[in-house]
């Protein structure tokens, strides 16, 4: 089973098309896709969430955080090395190839920060919910009566 059928559900909510799409593109196989780099996604408190990817290598300036809508993009693309190191190497173990990582976000979700600390990348991120989104009481009032008008015979 590859699909998922969303129409029960779609049935009782509203505004949640781009739900079908995140569980399609996490749930497909992609045989070119990688584990490089790897990274750790925690909650460090209510409403804050840390991302460290593991850039060992990269230096601050070959490294790209984007965010745009709801979607951010850590990209890394490794300065061309001269050729004199390049033959030296007997083993060469430390990736460095060029990556490119997409994550989606969820709504109110603001990126508060990066830092790259001994080759590992960290990216803070904090849930902020507008005043105008959170909940609030909606006081029922008073019915007012209209008058009656009343017809006249023509």
Excluded: C, W
Excluded at 46 to 51: A, E, F, N, T, V
Excluded at 90 to 113: M, N, Q
């Amino acid at each position: 089973m590859d699909r998922f059928d969303f129409s029960p559900l779609f049935r009782s909510t509203i505004g949640f098309d781009r739900l079908a799409r995140l569980v399609d593109s996490a749930t497909r196989f992609d045989s070119g896709a990688t584990a490089y780099p790897p990274y750790n996604i925690e909650s460090t408190g209510d409403d804050s969430y840390r991302l460290t990817m593991a850039v060992a290598g990269f230096a601050r300036d070959e490294l790209d955080i984007t965010v745009q809508q709801n979607s951010l993009v850590i990209s890394g693309k490794a300065q061309k090395e001269d050729d004199e190191t390049e033959g030296r190497y007997l083993h060469r173990g430390i990736a460095r190839r060029a990556f490119e990582r997409r994550f989606s976000l969820a709504d109110h979700i603001k990126v508060t920060g990066a830092s790259l600390d001994n080759g590992l990348l960290h990216v803070d991120l904090m849930r902020e919910v507008p005043e105008e989104a959170k909940p609030r009481q909606i006081n029922i009032g008073q019915a007012v009566s209209q008058p009656q008008v009343e017809q006249k015979a023509a």
